[in-house]
T-cell receptor, first 114, second 114 residues
Framework: GENVEQHPSTLSVQEGDSAVIKCTYS??????FPWYKQELGKGPQLIID?????GEKKDQRIAVTLNKTAKHFSLHITETQPEDSAVYFC?????????????FGGGTRLMVKP | DAGVTQSPTHLIKTRGQQVTLRCSPK?????VSWYQQALGQGPQFIFQ???????QRGNFPDRFSGHQFPNYSSELNVNALLLGDSALYLC?????????????FGDGTRLSIL
């Protein structure tokens, strides 16, 4: 089955700096890669996703890049703000006709210091 | 627009008991997936329900079972509870069981086993 590894497990940055979180996956058939943000006491919130036919996607301060050959994808957050502090999870999925199972990485705790 | 709602928010049980958790999907969604999130880890897929049938199952024992109702809401049942079942149980909904449909999560049910 699919295995997703995520690094680093914790990341501390100064407000205004950039943050980068990296993930690798094992199943070359995976073709959909979402990123989730989880705040304390809340469920994961989808912040951006990318399909395997796209190399990069941006949404304001957030961007995701995908390297299918190397089987890794990354989340980039620019101009970080204290409200970006949370746990971030990457995930991978092989889109099937029925029954889609997300496989998650272990998470990255991002701390943005004012 | 109501998001994914789960009940109860917290639950305390003892070993050997049985528990039922409930989920109402986001308005317009017809597919429900259940995940288990242990403390400090990423969510792990339990199973997915679509058209009142289990479409895919993760690596969880038969003690974990589910149901989907005609109104798309779902229940997760766990029998013969073990200490290791203590976790946050997350429900995610999507439109359709296959393809690239994003999964949106509720805030979960925190289950503690004494």
């Amino acid at each position: 089955g699919e295995n997703v590894e995520q690094h680093p497990s914790t990341l501390s940055v100064q407000e205004g700096d950039s943050a980068v979180i990296k993930c690798t996956y094992s199943d070359s058939a995976s073709n959909y890669f979402p990123w989730y943000k989880q705040e304390l006491g809340k469920g994961p919130q989808l912040i951006i996703d990318i399909r395997s036919n796209v190399g990069e996607k941006k949404d304001q301060r957030i961007a995701v890049t995908l390297n299918k050959t190397a089987k890794h994808f990354s989340l980039h957050i620019t101009e970080t703000q204290p409200e970006d502090s949370a746990v971030y999870f990457c995930a991978a999925l092989r889109a099937l006709n029925a029954g889609n199972m997300l496989t998650f990485g272990g998470g990255t705790r991002l701390m943005v210091k004012p | 627009d109501a998001g994914v709602t789960q009940s109860p928010t917290h639950l305390i049980k003892t070993r050997g008991q049985q528990v039922t958790l409930r989920c109402s999907p986001k308005s317009g969604h017809d597919t429900v997936s259940w995940y288990q999130q242990a403390l400090g880890q990423g969510p792990q897929f339990i199973f997915q329900y679509y058209e009142e049938e289990e479409r895919q199952r993760g690596n969880f024992p038969d003690r974990f079972s589910g149901h989907q109702f005609p109104n798309y809401s779902s229940e997760l049942n766990v029998n013969a509870l073990l200490l290791g079942d203590s976790a946050l149980y997350l429900c995610a909904s999507s439109l359709g069981s296959g393809g690239f449909q994003p999964q949106h999560f509720g805030d979960g049910t925190r289950l503690s086993i004494l």
